[in-house]
């Protein structure tokens, strides 16, 4: 790795430094190196979703590395591709960065987003750098439907099941860690600073017959407020269904939370959640957390239940919210 600042390698050295030894895909016939790549989409549609992370607000130095930062800025984008029910094909990347920014850091950052990409079964094929005070970091996804009809949030009908596949309320927990000076349970707070999404799970979603799907990035019940909402349904929610782990048990006794709040409203696990018809053959993987019913909303205005009652305590991300 380049030693030094970005101020001292300047813009194209960071670029060589960035784009040098990426791999490619079958899907990228042009990649990092001319004005734009050209990424294959067979299916004749494109999946595509942007999202921002910003130093202070989505990441803190001191508690994650380059690397963490960049497996988790791709993580979260490729994610909401895959939860369309599209298959990730390709990512770009947009960096502003102050002069003073080791090159080390940038490197790690684009090593961190490169593994990230390969599990998903993608590639980073190009992006831009720019300088500013804040570090932020602006990540483009890309994917393809292979035939594919997408998997949107409005699909869900009353009698249909809802289903969770991946992690919920590991990433709240570990930033609860985090945020009181600790760094074990390891587990959790790797899964704060690395999400790990099911990715294949959400074309799978799609092949099996899901009506509605989205990642849960804010919240579970936030989440499957929108597809609520944009289906014209209310969903309830079976508490049963849900595991707590022991050691999220004991992190909660700790920290005097009910674990069931991080499960419930604890968002960045990026778990893919979705509704199926009540008759479809759903792989282990795919935890039945609850069911779709007919359009209702409860006392406070909401369109999710847990038990047949609304959640009250508080939860769930909002960018503009305190």
């Given at each position: 790795?380049?030693?030094?600042?970005?101020?001292?390698v300047?813009?194209f050295?960071?670029?060589?430094?960035?784009?040098?030894?990426?791999?490619?895909?079958?899907?990228?016939?042009?990649?990092?190196?001319?004005?734009?790549?050209?990424?294959?989409?067979?299916?004749?549609?494109?999946v595509?979703?942007?999202?921002?992370?910003?130093?202070?607000r989505?990441?803190?130095?001191?508690?994650?590395?380059?690397?963490?930062?960049?497996?988790?800025?791709?993580?979260?984008?490729?994610?909401?591709?895959?939860?369309?029910?599209?298959?990730p094909?390709a990512?770009?990347?947009?960096?502003?960065?102050?002069?003073?920014?080791s090159?080390t850091?940038?490197?790690?950052?684009?090593?961190?987003?490169?593994?990230?990409?390969?599990?998903?079964?993608?590639?980073?094929?190009?992006?831009?750098?720019?300088?500013?005070?804040?570090?932020?970091?602006?990540?483009?996804?890309?994917?393809?439907l292979?035939?594919?009809?997408?998997?949107?949030?409005?699909?869900?009908?009353?009698?249909?099941?809802?289903?969770?596949?991946?992690?919920?309320?590991?990433?709240?927990?570990?930033?609860?860690?985090?945020?009181?000076?600790?760094?074990?349970?390891?587990?959790?707070?790797?899964?704060?600073?690395?999400?790990?999404?099911?990715?294949?799970?959400?074309?799978?979603?799609?092949?099996?017959?899901?009506?509605?799907?989205?990642?849960?990035?804010?919240?579970?019940?936030?989440?499957?407020?929108?597809?609520?909402?944009?289906?014209?349904?209310?969903?309830?929610?079976?508490?049963?269904?849900?595991?707590?782990?022991?050691?999220?048990?004991?992190?909660?006794?700790?920290?005097g939370v009910?674990?069931?709040?991080?499960?419930?409203?604890?968002?960045?696990?990026?778990?893919?959640?979705?509704?199926?018809?009540?008759?479809?053959?759903?792989?282990?993987?795919w935890?039945?957390?609850?069911q779709?019913?007919?359009?209702?909303?409860?006392?406070?205005?909401?369109?999710?239940?847990?038990?047949?009652?609304?959640?009250?305590?508080?939860?769930?991300?909002?960018?503009?919210?305190?």
């Open positions: 790795m380049q030693q030094g600042t970005l101020g001292e300047g813009e050295g960071l670029i060589k430094v960035l784009t040098g030894g990426l791999p490619r895909t079958p899907a990228v016939q042009v990649g990092p190196g001319d004005d734009a790549a050209v990424v294959a989409a067979p299916d004749g549609r494109v595509a979703t942007t999202d921002v992370l910003l130093e202070g989505h990441f803190r130095r001191d508690w994650s590395t380059a690397y963490d930062v960049g497996r988790k800025a791709a993580a979260q984008n490729l994610a909401d591709v895959a939860a369309m029910g599209a298959a094909t990512l770009l990347l947009g960096l502003v960065a102050p002069a003073d920014l090159v850091w940038a490197g790690e950052l684009m090593d961190g987003l490169r593994d990230e990409c390969q599990v998903a079964g993608a590639a980073v094929v190009g992006g831009d750098v720019v300088r500013g005070d804040t570090i932020m970091v602006s990540i483009t996804a890309l994917g393809d292979q035939g594919r009809a997408p998997v949107t949030r409005s699909g869900a009908r009353p009698g249909d099941v809802v289903a969770v596949a991946g992690w919920l309320g590991w990433s709240a927990a570990g930033l609860a860690v985090l945020s009181r000076g600790f760094r074990s349970p390891r587990a959790f707070v790797e899964a704060h600073r690395r999400p790990e999404p099911p990715y294949h799970a959400g074309p799978a979603a799609a092949t099996l017959g899901a009506t509605a799907m989205m990642d849960v990035s804010d919240g579970l019940v936030a989440d499957l407020g929108h597809i609520a909402a944009a289906s014209g349904v209310h969903i309830d929610l079976r508490a049963e269904r849900f595991d707590v782990p022991a050691q999220m048990a004991d992190i909660g006794h700790a920290v009910d674990p069931m709040q991080w499960v419930l409203t604890g968002g960045e696990d990026h778990a893919l959640v979705a509704t199926f018809p009540p008759d479809a053959d759903l792989p282990a993987r935890r039945r957390v609850g779709v019913l007919k359009a209702a909303t409860t006392p406070d205005g909401g369109r999710v239940t847990v038990d047949g009652a609304p959640w009250t305590t508080a939860g769930g991300w909002d960018h503009f919210g305190d």
